[in-house]
C-alpha cells in the first residue's frame, strides 16, 4: 500500500514503527543460523556459558575437526550431489521432450496422459512409499542410487512447466525450422531448448533444491551409512545413546546447510523469484 | 501445416504421432512404473496382510481399517496432524499477509530483509531442524538462556507432551513465514495503485483500504496458500522425525511418522498402506476443495 499522507510525526512515528518490526522480524528469522554457526567455531566452555556467548571468546576448528571423524561428510556430498545432479538432469530432458509433445503435437489420449502425469503431484511418496519400497526391493534397488533416484527421475512439475513456456514460443518458429528440414529432435534441442533458458534454469534450480533437501524418500530407501544424502546424514548424525556434543553437531549442520546457503546468498533474487513465481515443488 | 494438401498432411501427421508418442514415453515409462503403480498397490496393500519377507498376502477386506480407527497411537498422530495443519495454514498466512503490507512500502534494505526472510525456505529441513534442537534443549539452549535473562521460568519445549506440538509448529512457522510473505507481496504488486488512490480520495484510511481492497483481491492468493500449505502441512515428517521423533509419549507423532514406522521398522505393509490411504484421501479431499473453490487459475505444487 502506498503510505498515506500524514501528519510529519505521525508518518515519523510509523516509520519507526515499520523499521522496529521488520528488523525485530529479520533476527528473530537469522537466529538460529547465527548460533548454529556461533556454536560450531566456539570452544566447548562458550557453548555452555550463562549469559550467552555472542562472540566467541576465540575461534576453533575443533568442533569440524570432530564432526569429519564421527562421518563420512565427503561421501555425503557426493551422494546427495549425484542424486540431485542425476534427478534434475533427466526430469529436464524427459520434461523438455515431453513438455514439447504436449504443447506442439495434438494425439491421441495426449489429455489422459497430461492429466495422468499431473495427477502424480496429487500422490506423493509420502503415500505411495509403502508400495514403492516393495517393488524396489524386488528389483533389488533399496539401498542404492537407483533407490533415491525411482521416484525422482521425471518430474510432472516440470512437464507442466515446460509445456506452459513451449506454449509461449511463437509456433512459427518451429515451423520454419521443419521447412528448412530439421528434424523434430534437433528443433527440440537447438531451437525450443534455448529459447525456454529462462524457465530450464527455474525448473532445474527448484528440482535441484527439493532434490538437495529431500529427506523422507532417502531415509527410507538407505541403509547405508556411505549412501545417506546430506540431510540424511545430518539426522542421523545425533547419536540418540551417547551423549551429546552440541559443537560437533552445530559443526556439522554448518557443513551441511553451507553450500547451499552460499548459494543461495549468492542468487538469491532469482531464486526467490523462481520459487515465488512457481510454487516450490513439497 | 493444416493448409497443405491432404496427403502430406497426412504423412505429417504420421511422423508427428510417432514423435509425440516417443517424446512422451519416458516420463510415461517412469510415471508409471514408480508413481502411478505404487499409488495403485497402496491402496491395494491396505485390504491385505502384507509379509513381505515370505511374499504372502492375505486379504484382510477392511480390517485394516478397523484396526487404525481403533489404534490410540493411529489416533493421537491424525489428530496431532489436524491441529498442526489447523494451526500453521492459518498462522503462516496471516503473519505473512502482515509482513507483506510492511513490505509493499519503501524502506531502506528491503531486500535484505526479504532474502533473510526467505532464507529458512531453502534450508534443508532435516538440518535446520537439527539446529532449533540444540536452540530447544532445556538446560543449555539459546531459548532457555534468552528467557532466564528476562527471569522468565525455563520452558520443557520439546521434552513436555504439553509444549512438545507448539514447539514444533514454532519451528514451522519460522521455515515457512518468508514463502508466505512472498507469496502474498507478489499478489499485492499486483493490485493497481489506482484503486487504493481512488479509495483514499474517498477518504478511505489505511485500515480500511487494507479490509476493502488488499483483502478481497488477494482471495486468490488466499486460497492458494491455504490450499498448498494444508497439503504440505498434512505430510509434516522431517521436523518431527529430527526434534521429537515423535515423543513424548506419541504427543507429536503424526501421520507420515505413524506410516514410516508402521512399514520400515515393524514391517506391516498392509497396516501402513491404510494409514497412507488415509493420508491419502486427506490430500484429496483439500485438492477437491481448490476445484470446488477457484477454478479460475491454475496452480502448481
Known sequence: MKPAPARPGLRLAGRLLLYLTVTGVAVLMILPFYWMVITAVSPAPDI???????????????????????APWLSYYQNSVVVAVVSVGCSLTFGLFAGYAFAVYRFPLQHLFFFLILSTLMV?????????YVLLARIEWVDSYL????????????VFMIRQGIKAIPHDLIEAARMDGAGEIRIVVTIVAPLLKTTLATVAMILFLGSWNDFLWPVIIINSQDLRTL??????????????NYGPLMAATVIATGPMLLAYAVSQKFMIRGIALTGLKG | MRRSRRPIVARLRARHLFHAYLFVA????????????????????????????????????????????????????????????????????ALGLGLAV????????????????????????????MVWWWLYNPQFGLFNVLLRLVGIPDQPWLMSSRTALVSIIIFSIWKSLGYNMIIYLAGLQAIPAQFYEAATIDGA??????????VPLLAPTTTFLLIYNSILAFQVFDQVFVLTGGGPAGATNVVVLEVYRQAFERYNFGYAAAEATVLFVLILGVTVLQYVYSRRFEVTY
Open chain 1, 48 to 70: 555452555l556459558a550463562f549469559p550467552p556467548r555472542w562472540v566467541p571468546t576465540r575461534l576453533t576448528a575443533e568442533h569440524f575437526a570432530a564432526a569429519f571423524a564421527k
Open chain 1, 124 to 132: 506423493p511418496v509420502q503415500v505411495t512409499s509403502v508400495a514403492l
Open chain 1, 147 to 158: 533407490g533415491i533416484l525411482a521416484p525422482n527421475f521425471a518430474s510432472a512439475f516440470g
Open chain 1, 231 to 244: 540431510p540424511v546424514g545430518i539426522a542421523l548424525f545425533k547419536d540418540p545413546y551417547g551423549s551429546i
Open chain 2, 26 to 93: 519416458p516420463v510415461l515409462l517412469l510415471f508409471g512404473v514408480f508413481r502411478v503403480v505404487p499409488a495403485v498397490q497402496t491402496l491395494l496393500y491396505s485390504v491385505y496382510k502384507v509379509e513381505l519377507v515370505r511374499g504372502r498376502f492375505t486379504f484382510l477386506g477392511l480390517e485394516n481399517f478397523q484396526a487404525l480407527l481403533a489404534d490410540p497411537g493411529f489416533r493421537k498422530a491424525a489428530v496431532n496432524t489436524l491441529v498442526y495443519v489447523a494451526a500453521i495454514v492459518p498462522i503462516s498466512a
Open chain 2, 102 to 129: 510492511l513490505f509493499n512500502t519503501r524502506f531502506r534494505l528491503r531486500e535484505l530483509f526479504k532474502a533473510i526472510y526467505f532464507a529458512p525456505m531453502v534450508t534443508s529441513t532435516a538440518a535446520a531442524a
Open chain 2, 205 to 214: 484510511g489505511a485500515p480500511a483500504r487494507f479490509w476493502r481492497i488488499s
